[in-house]
């Protein structure tokens, strides 16, 4: 659908050359394209996927303040201020980031806005790169603000647009919803001019923005009213859309759900939600009356449909279609094929099951040696989100919980209080993680002096979502230099009196520094001093090899779970030799520390061939 997001707004000339029509964009970028028309002038997030490109995507543009924010948090409390100064802004996150920004969230609600603040929360249907599965249209009834669906790219730019207008007409956040398939999938898009708006500035007004009880309360009333004038508008918006002709049934859906009922049964009534809340009710209502049977197909929780039976509107969903996962064109098959509107789908024979490789870090990660070391020493570890948590994995099998971003401290904290651990307590953490939310754990380890040990696992980047700077780098995300936090300072300021640095690369050193730290009193540091062998640049030494006559198939460079390193054909004593791949062998030395038998050592340099003439 088109929808005209510039009305009354002149568009910024010097943007007309960006004018284009069939575009090829992700969702991502969509969102972003739609953010940079609007006239957007801060934007702010922390990477997590799947939402990270959205601010990438517009990083190098110069007429927008784009910043990566220690978390999600911060990121919100950044847009709502620039809201409150008068310019359009943008906040991005995934969806376990909503609930870190959720604090200020809810009571943005109550607040409202100054200029348009949008929210855009990127879900994760089937946990491709997450902790759970949480559906985010659950906030938006929260916190009483209105939700946008968009279900592809064009859509997405449009939403996004059109929803800093909905914010500033109904003085509220609005948030965008996306999903892994949306942000990622890519299409057609119709690229507009960037308009611009002016900066009215903060006007004053306590009652509205100081949000002590008194007026707190004098505000919830107002976002109740709000809710209904938004109620109202969605009824007559062009954003619920109506399709097909076959009255037999009728199909309610929102995102990308509309596309797989599109795909399954292109013939049928479907009625598109574009805001799905609030949903418009009565419009809902006529279609149902003009179908014989109402489905609600709609992707992880039942919102749609527990809205609807509380409208006294008879409606079947969740009885055939899956509440868990991903949603599929073949899923909605199998779900109308059960509600008796499908004919059953043929059996098809299963292909025989194919060898998966298990997820492991990549060659040479400077994470790796640590975990070597904690399983050697028995230690209880609480771990984090980033990529050293493929260290619960076998063949390391050295991490035992990881819940959420920064909670390994104070999960730490609380495993040593318990007196139960049977070992050593140590919580694994990365430099964004830590800046993220570990700091306020670390706090507490020394106002408690909790007997624990904090391994900072320091590559210099957010490397789990591809690569990017945060405040512990000294680099922003459009690319200008800044004061890096100094995480030794930082620990020591906090009142940590042993910190140490280590080079992980170097096994017995990290063995010997972890051991001290996990067996002296009060709560230690330990941070490690390698960068990500991936990002910003690959790094890369002179690769390994194994020498086949001197190994005696021991495999304990096996252990270190190294993807370079992979079976021989060749066997000893019954047991398999192994190679080393020195197309993607980092040259990190650590499986040459862990041979026994000394069998692997550095690729010679190649003999120089010398001059016949010579």
Known sequence: MSIDTTADVAADPKDESEIRSGVLLSGNEAVARGAVEAGVLVAAGYPGTPSTEILESIADRDDIDVRWSPNEKVALDVALGASLGGVRALVTMKHVGLNVASDTFMTTAYTGVGAGLVIVTADDPGMHSSQNEQDSRAFARMAGVPLLEPADSSEARDFTALAFAISEEFDTPVLIRTTTRVSHNRGLVDLGP???????GFTSNPTKYVMIPGFARQRRPEMLKRLELLSDYVEASPLTVESGGNTGIGVVTSGIAHHYVREVLPDTRILKLGMSYPIPTERIRSFAESVDRLFVVEELDPHLEHDLMAAGITVEGKAFFPQVGELSPDAVRRGFVAAGILPPVPTVEPAPPTVTRPPLMCPGCPHTPPFLALRR?????TGDIGCYTLAALEPLSSMDTCVAMGSSIGMAVGMAASGGAGGPVVATIGDSTFLHGGI????????SQADITVLILDNGTVAMT?????????????????TPVDLVALCAALGVRDVKVIDPYDLAATFSALEGATTSPGPSVVITNRPCVEAPTKVRDRPY???????????ACMTAGCPSIVWSDETFEGRRKVVIDPVTCTGCTLCAQICPPLAIIPIPDPVPEVPEHV
């Not at 306020?440 to 106002?447: E, F, S, T």
């Open 377 to 381: 020493l028995g230690a209880v570890v």
């Open 194 to 200: 960037r308009t611009e708006h002016p900066v009215t």
């Open 545 to 555: 090899e194994v020498l086949a006559e001197a190994c005696t198939a021991c495999q």
């Open 440 to 447: 306020q754990g670390l706090i507490d380890a020394v106002y």
């Open 466 to 482: 591809g690569g990017q700077e945060h405040p512990g780098t000294g680099i922003t995300l459009q690319g200008a230099e800044t």
